[in-house]
């Protein structure tokens, strides 16, 4: 699996979950989990508590906007890409008034654009997404978020794609509501959503003027409560707002602990490493990436292909000829490209060799013309570069 998600899952993942069943508020297990969202917690680089959702990374952004948003409350979305259109369909499901600043596809953020914008009436929450899938581009949080909380807003950032994949400083950014998911960057099984939330957040979702129209997605229904229990190691428990999937933490207990034995900087140094051999490879090849420069994601790259070459040709091949596995373009780019996931077990020269070997046949068979072997040669050359600057 090489798509931008769901992602491949370690063996040692895999493995966790060979465990009886177990019922998740008794005996040994509730400890279990509020240690392993206390590793959560590392991940998203915050003190802040983290609520697990099930589902998928699409259920905890619901979650988190329809907890603080009341019906007639306003809201502020960049949408630079398919999946910023996602928080303004949610936002205004819950009878909230969604507004969006679009920007071109792969592009940097305007920023005068949305201070314009946001200067121009009163939200209550702006969003983002952290790394858009559909383009492969990361953006910086930082300054968005100060913007919001100048102007009075709580600040979203949609994280599910580059959570545990690119550096997500949660508390230093100061973001209020921070959303990612299992099957992505984590490399955990899908099944859970994960929503972390700032005190500023858990202020205004008790404030609410209309209780929440959601149970299930309500967070006040799954924050920590002071413990029942008078000597027990921990005075809050975390709120289980339905019976956990106890093979789904078991297996992200092990996934964060790969990840935290790996240490946070060398992943994301070698998320960063992998994917710029993969496009220098790509580039090398004749091909266009989507994203700009200055903009590249560290766990997915949309990649251009050339006129004449439908997506749905090239990825037939790519599933039958040499068993990798991906997804289409999206929007305007749905049967003209494709997105190649690089993020987790999958970000290792290895893969992305492999990868870089399947375009170069690929591409031959379909007519594009090229020098064989350009892409594999220059993706060495940079994990070459990288071995010797290590050295």
């Known amino acids: 699996l090489m798509c931008p998600g769901p992602n491949e899952i370690a063996d040692r993942v895999i493995r966790a979950m060979m465990r009886p069943a177990t019922c998740p508020i008794v005996g040994e297990f509730p400890e279990f989990y509020e240690q392993t969202m206390d590793m959560l917690a590392e991940v998203f680089q915050t003190r802040n508590e983290v609520i697990p959702l099930p589902g998928s990374g699409r259920s905890g952004l619901e979650g988190a906007i329809t907890s603080v948003l009341e019906p007639g409350d306003r809201s502020l979305t960049i949408v630079n890409g398919m999946f910023g259109e996602t928080a303004i369909r949610i936002a205004n499901a819950v009878g909230g008034k969604a507004e969006g600043v ?80 299992n099957h992505k960057a984590i490399g955990a099984p899908i099944g859970h959503a994960y929503v972390s939330v700032s005190e500023r957040a858990w202020e205004v979702m008790e404030k609410r003027q209309q209780p929440c129209g959601s149970v299930f997605s309500n967070l006040l229904h799954w924050k920590s409560q002071p413990s029942e229990e008078p000597d027990a190691a921990r005075s809050m428990k975390r709120s289980q707002g ?50 700009h420069p200055n903009v590249v994601s560290p766990t997915v790259t949309c990649v251009k292909l050339p006129e004449g070459i439908t997506s749905v040709e090239f990825l037939k091949h790519f599933s039958e000829d040499h068993g990798l596995l991906t997804l289409r373009g999206l929007g305007d780019f749905n049967m003209n490209a494709v997105r190649i996931g690089h993020m987790g077990v999958t970000a290792t020269p290895r893969n992305i060799l492999h990868a870089l070997h399947a375009f170069d046949l690929i591409l031959k ?21 990288a071995d010797e600057h290590r050295a």
């Open 102 to 181: 679009t920007m071109p596809w792969g592009e940097p953020i305007d920023m005068q654009a949305f201070k314009q914008k946001l200067s121009s009436g009163s939200y209550k929450l702006v969003t983002m997404v952290h790394n858009e899938t559909s383009t492969g581009a990361l953006y910086d949080a930082a300054e968005v978020a100060q913007l919001a909380h100048e102007h009075g807003a709580l600040f979203l950032l949609d994280a599910i794609s580059s959570l545990a994949g690119a550096d997500l400083p949660t508390d230093a950014w100061d973001v209020d509501l921070v959303v990612g998911c």
């Open 242 to 291: 339905v019976f956990t999937a106890v093979h789904l933490i078991y297996a992200l207990n092990e996934a964060l602990k790969m990840i935290l034995e790996e240490g946070l900087e060398a992943r994301f140094s070698r998320h960063r490493l992998n994917a710029a051999a993969f496009r220098a490879g790509i580039h090398a090849m004749g091909l266009e990436t989507l994203a």
């Open 365 to 385: 068979r379909l007519g594009h013309a090229h020098t064989c072997g350009t892409g594999v040669a220059r993706a060495s050359e940079i994990y070459a570069e």
